[in-house]
């Protein structure tokens, strides 16, 4: 058996199996982790703050721009953790596979931390195209993953620590191979330095297996010092892992980065593609609103501290209209610019005599669905470009956009930007 591992592992061996290209790509790997655990968390805190959070409301894009780089930095995550798994593969013919209880605990940790990655990103890009054909609920899931991901990053990066600080400099990596290569790591004893490639101990191990990946006959069989094969076949990998993160990055992007747009081939919303312009993720049929939206007797009721007031369409027209130019940005990834006029809200506020501190339930004709009722803290609430809109790029908002009023705020994700008011309340703790 012992022998059977050894004979795949050497089958395995190629030049960009080397724990060097394994830190590059981890590195890399890591930051977009990092990245997409940032924004996330920033998306998740939007969508449900603690009561004592309040947003920044500029610049009015900011969504648009945590949210499109949560998702093209997800995106990434696919070559990037190929790759990955591609260097580190023969690492999983080890013999015996579980030397002890702390090497189980290791291995136990990285099937985890793999198979939590795969499913975290599939996910996430599945979600993108707005297909949930799972029995889960996506969003609390996702969310739970990326801290279940975070915790096993900093575990994994404290196991790896030792081959980490050894090949995070490029030169010292290639001094070490080089010394290291010079002597004969061919006879099975060697194995045993391969088996702890991945274990993390120090001096000399690591280094001496990239020798003996490097002696190995089919790439480098004359020669024990770094070939010139080895280094074009290094650079060859990263380039061909480099150019299919720019594809995958660069035909998504577009969705939400404009300039991008021409070549957004695989993104799921094109710019400019629906009712006024603007994609429509939640039609007014399936909101089952296409009745009370339409109805003449249609109402915006705004409440505060006992107060009430009910405008209808007129009335809201009547009132000072402002225009605004501001992005829908979709958690899903896509965002669209567009311009908005209609009543700010902070002035209807005034109307009712609404306390500046307060926050603001959103209520829409919806009568089920999770998006029925968004909540407001008063940084929007009060913040001129926040609008009751009633037109859009220059028209009477079309029913699917929110006829006959909808919210529309700065650095918002789309999904609390409600459409088909109906009643807009102070919130009193
Ligand atoms: N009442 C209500 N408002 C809603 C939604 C909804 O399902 N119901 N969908 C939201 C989501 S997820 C987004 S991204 C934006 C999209 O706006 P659009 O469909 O007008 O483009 O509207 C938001 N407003
Ligand atoms: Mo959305």
């Given at each position: 058996?012992?022998?059977?591992?050894?004979?795949?592992q050497?089958?395995?061996?190629?030049?960009?199996?080397?724990?060097?290209?394994?830190?590059?790509?981890g590195?890399?790997?890591?930051?977009?982790?990092?990245v997409?655990?940032?924004?996330g968390?920033?998306?998740?805190?939007l969508?449900?703050?603690?009561?004592?959070?309040?947003?920044?409301?500029?610049?009015?894009?900011?969504?648009?721009?945590?949210?499109?780089?949560?998702?093209?930095a997800?995106?990434?995550?696919?070559p990037?953790?190929?790759?990955?798994l591609?260097?580190v593969?023969?690492?999983?013919?080890?013999?015996?596979?579980?030397k002890?209880?702390?090497?189980?605990?290791?291995r136990?940790?990285?099937?985890?931390f793999?198979?939590?990655?795969?499913?975290?990103i599939?996910?996430g890009?599945?979600?993108?195209?707005?297909?949930?054909?799972?029995?889960f609920?996506?969003?609390?899931v996702?969310?739970?993953?990326g801290?279940?991901?975070?915790?096993l990053?900093v575990?994994?990066?404290?196991?790896?620590l030792?081959?980490?600080?050894?090949?995070?400099?490029?030169?010292?990596?290639?001094?070490h191979?080089?010394t290291?290569?010079?002597?004969d790591?061919?006879?099975p004893?060697?194995?045993?330095?391969?088996r702890?490639?991945?274990?993390?101990r120090?001096?000399g191990?690591t280094g001496?297996?990239?020798?003996?990946?490097?002696?190995?006959?089919?790439?480098?069989?004359?020669?024990?010092?770094?070939?010139?094969?080895?280094?074009?076949?290094?650079?060859?990998?990263?380039?061909?892992?480099?150019?299919?993160c720019?594809?995958?990055?660069?035909?998504?992007?577009?969705?939400?980065?404009?300039?991008?747009?021409?070549?957004?081939?695989f993104?799921p919303?094109?710019?400019?593609?629906?009712?006024?312009?603007l994609?429509?993720n939640?039609?007014?049929?399936?909101?089952?609103?296409?009745?009370s939206?339409?109805?003449a007797?249609?109402?915006?009721?705004?409440?505060?501290?006992?107060?009430?007031?009910?405008f209808?369409?007129?009335?809201?027209?009547?009132?000072?209209?402002?225009?605004?130019?501001?992005?829908?940005?979709?958690?899903?990834?896509w965002s669209?610019?567009?311009?908005?006029?209609?009543?700010?809200?902070?002035e209807l506020?005034?109307?009712v005599?609404?306390?500046?501190?307060?926050?603001?339930r959103?209520i829409s004709?919806?009568?089920?669905?999770?998006?029925?009722?968004?909540?407001?803290?008063?940084?929007?609430?009060r913040?001129?470009?926040?609008?009751?809109?009633l037109?859009?790029?220059?028209e009477?908002?079309?029913l699917?956009h929110?006829?006959?009023?909808?919210?529309?705020?700065?650095?918002?994700?789309?999904?609390?930007?409600?459409?088909?008011?109906?009643r807009?309340?102070?919130?009193?703790?």
């Amino acid at each position: 058996m012992r022998r059977m591992m050894y004979e795949a592992q050497r089958a395995l061996a190629s030049p960009v199996r080397n724990p060097r290209l394994a830190v590059v790509t981890g590195r890399l790997l890591g930051a977009a982790f990092i990245v997409c655990f940032g924004t996330g968390l920033y998306s998740h805190f939007l969508q449900e703050p603690l009561p004592w959070m309040r947003f920044p409301t500029r610049p009015a894009s900011l969504y648009q721009i945590t949210q499109g780089t949560h998702i093209v930095a997800g995106i990434a995550c696919f070559p990037l953790l190929l790759a990955k798994l591609y260097i580190v593969f023969p690492d999983l013919f080890q013999w015996p596979p579980v030397k002890s209880f702390l090497h189980l605990l290791e291995r136990a940790s990285i099937a985890l931390f793999v198979g939590a990655s795969l499913v975290q990103i599939t996910i996430g890009l599945i979600n993108t195209y707005q297909w949930y054909p799972w029995p889960f609920p996506f969003r609390e899931v996702h969310y739970a993953l990326g801290w279940v991901l975070v915790g096993l990053l900093v575990l994994h990066i404290g196991i790896k620590l030792p081959i980490i600080t050894r090949f995070w400099n490029g030169r010292a990596a290639a001094e070490h191979e080089a010394t290291d290569a010079a002597s004969d790591v061919e006879s099975p004893a060697d194995v045993e330095a391969v088996r702890l490639w991945g274990s993390g101990r120090p001096s000399g191990v690591t280094g001496r297996l990239i020798a003996w990946i490097d002696a190995t006959p089919s790439f480098v069989s004359e020669t024990k010092t770094v070939s010139e094969t080895t280094t074009v076949s290094r650079r060859g990998f990263l380039t061909t892992v480099g150019i299919a993160c720019a594809a995958v990055v660069g035909l998504t992007a577009g969705q939400t980065f404009a300039p991008l747009d021409a070549v957004n081939v695989f993104g799921p919303r094109k710019k400019g593609v629906g009712p006024q312009g603007l994609p429509v993720n939640r039609t007014a049929e399936e909101a089952k609103v296409t009745a009370s939206a339409v109805a003449a007797g249609w109402v915006l009721t705004l409440a505060a501290g006992g107060v009430e007031r009910s405008f209808s369409r007129a009335e809201l027209e009547a009132l000072p209209q402002t225009e605004v130019e501001l992005p829908i940005a979709c958690v899903e990834g896509w965002s669209q610019l567009a311009l908005w006029r209609g009543v700010r809200l902070s002035e209807l506020a005034d109307l009712v005599g609404a306390d500046t501190g307060a926050s603001f339930r959103l209520i829409s004709l919806e009568e089920r669905g999770s998006f029925k009722k968004t909540e407001m803290g008063p940084e929007y609430v009060r913040d001129p470009l926040t609008l009751v809109a009633l037109e859009l790029n220059g028209e009477t908002l079309d029913l699917q956009h929110g006829y006959p009023a909808r919210m529309i705020a700065p650095g918002r994700p789309g999904v609390l930007q409600t459409k088909w008011l109906s009643r807009i309340e102070a919130i009193t703790a």
